[in-house]
């Protein structure tokens, strides 16, 4: 009796610690400012709903963007409100880890796996930005808890918890309903037809709940398709192997095999030391394997056969990966002892160092180094965007940014509301020049297949011309003649100052060129018609 308090006393003085551990290694690193598009597309959702003009980007994600809002009403600034929901979702992520681990097979498993995925580089860096991957990882972590609760007491409050987890994560990110299938019929395979009906009936109905005024302030149903199918064509296709193998499906799949390597780190090369001394065999899976496999393998064939957007895709399979692993190491007899709890400190100590350590690096896909100091970086370079823009009169002064999705357009855009910055970038039918504007917190970007490029562009009363990201100062082709500052996370920063007068921005052979030849004739980009084929 007394040794079982004391191994219940231990094990909440270890979750507590865990929890405190996460939130005490999040509060100083938060990022400053929206860590990429998407961030700055759900702050702009946090203001006015609106998925034409990617308020945020179809799906929607609505239960997100509410808790958001409802987090803004508490802390001020929206981006530090969701980043709040981030911190908050990791510690559930560490606790849901640890709570799954001891059900599945013990207590020590659930206190390493929960150890092991709080200081996880991944989990770590989405614990500090604006996104909702840790919400989405941790909206996982319940259904799973709730699947297994399911399939080892199969009555109606189970298959209540079920259906009502279940469309709670759908309602936070509606791409995680399939992803989390398996998981989900894992939990009802041992439940009466009568219970079965139930929890589909609950999950069918919460899922409704969100879905149905979804739709209706998206514009109905064939205007809510109609952005979901276009942002598919642009972003899911070219990445998909059923639009045939490309080079995009290739690079699509190195992201995942470099954010693997990077969530999994040293842990993968010692749980695939445990797999060659445990010999496998093929026995029946059990069900506690049953559970974590269907969890971990439908997210793994959509990642690398159909979409990978961002490595944050990765967390809803931390747990699972974690537990599996440790499981290998168990049945390795390498879970026993001190030299095994060393292994495991040190195995942790690697994943934060990863992440405290590692310095801003160029990853595949423009993605950002899931590190301290890519954090760092980024917060400063913008602060220095800030500076020096600030310098310059708003009303004579346009900023030229990338359109393009991992570019600056959407954040110079939100960050600098009093100025006029362009989006410049390829539009649907291969033509490239001006396409978006952002101005007084109000932009126009939207997609859309009759939109088309601007090769030139009249611009009154200019003095200054902004240029930001690689891409765009590859452009210009007398960059030697303009101001450059390199930002702290490498990018340049152009200014031209033009002469007073009409000027003229010119986008053809796609190099970014000023002009003052009074005889062009262009709509000026402050109020040009909309284009036309």
């Not at 765009?472 to 033009?498: Q, Y």
Request: some cysteine.
């Amino acid at each position: 009796m007394l040794r079982s308090r004391l191994t219940a006393r231990w094990w909440e003085a270890t979750s507590a610690s865990l929890l405190l551990l996460t939130a005490l290694t999040r509060l100083p690193f938060r990022s400053e400012v929206p860590i990429n598009w998407d961030a700055v597309q759900y702050l702009l959702a946090l203001e006015r709903f609106d998925i034409a003009l990617h308020r945020p980007h179809p799906p929607g994600n609505p239960l997100y963007v509410l808790l958001g809002r409802g987090a803004n009403a508490l802390i001020p600034d929206p981006n530090q409100a969701l980043i709040a929901l981030s911190i908050i979702a990791s510690l559930v992520v560490v606790w849901g880890t640890a709570a799954i681990g001891e059900r599945l097979a013990s207590r020590r498993v659930g206190a390493w796996a929960a150890l092991l995925v709080a200081v996880n580089p991944l989990l770590w860096f989405y614990g500090e930005t604006a996104l909702s991957y840790a919400p989405e990882a941790a909206a996982g972590v319940l259904v799973a808890l709730a699947a297994w609760r399911a399939y080892t007491r199969p009555d109606r409050w189970s298959a209540l918890w079920l259906g009502l987890t279940t469309a709670f994560t759908g309602g936070l990110r509606p791409t995680a309903l399939p992803l989390l299938g398996l998981v989900w019929l894992f939990g009802v395979w041992t439940m009466r037809w009568r219970v079965r009906a139930l929890a589909a009936g609950v999950t069918a109905a919460g899922c409704l709940a969100w879905a149905v005024p979804l739709v209706v302030v998206s514009g109905g149903p064939v205007e809510y398709w109609t952005q979901l199918r276009l942002l598919t064509r642009i972003a899911v296709e070219p990445t998909s192997l059923a639009s045939g193998p490309s080079m995009r499906w290739l690079g699509n799949l190195w992201s995942v095999v470099s954010a693997s390597a990077v969530m999994l780190n040293l842990f993968a090369v010692v749980v695939a030391v445990a797999v060659v001394r445990a010999r496998p065999s093929l026995r029946p899976l059990s069900p506690r394997a049953c559970l974590l496999w269907a969890w971990l393998i439908p997210p793994v064939l959509m990642f690398t056969l159909v979409h990978f957007g961002q490595w944050g895709y990765l967390l809803l399979i931390l747990p699972p990966v974690t537990i599996l692993g440790l499981l290998a190491l168990e049945r390795a007899g390498m879970l026993d002892g001190r030299v095994a709890a060393a292994r495991l400190v040190a195995l942790a100590l690697a994943g934060a160092l990863a992440f405290l350590l590692t310095p801003p690096l160029a990853m595949p896909g423009h993605e950002m180094q899931p590190s301290r100091g890519a954090l760092a970086a980024h917060n400063a370079a913008w602060r220095e965007v800030t500076r020096i823009v600030s310098e310059l009169p708003p009303d004579r002064t346009v900023v030229l940014t990338s359109s393009d999705g991992r570019q600056s357009f959407r954040i110079a855009g939100y960050l600098l509301p009093q100025y006029s910055v362009v989006g410049v970038g390829r539009d649907w039918h291969g033509n490239w020049g001006s396409l978006y504007d952002a101005i007084d917190g109000q932009s126009d970007y939207r997609l859309d297949p009759t939109l088309y490029a601007h090769a030139l562009v009249r611009v009154t009363d200019l003095e200054y011309i902004v240029v930001l990201d690689n891409s765009l100062a590859e452009r210009v082709p007398d960059a030697i003649t303009w101001s450059r500052w390199d930002l702290p996370d490498g990018r340049p920063l152009l200014v031209h100052r033009s002469p007073p007068g009409t000027t003229y921005l010119s986008f053809a052979d796609r190099k970014i060129r000023v002009l003052h030849e009074n005889a062009f004739r262009s709509p000026s980009f402050r109020d040009r018609p909309p284009a036309q084929p």
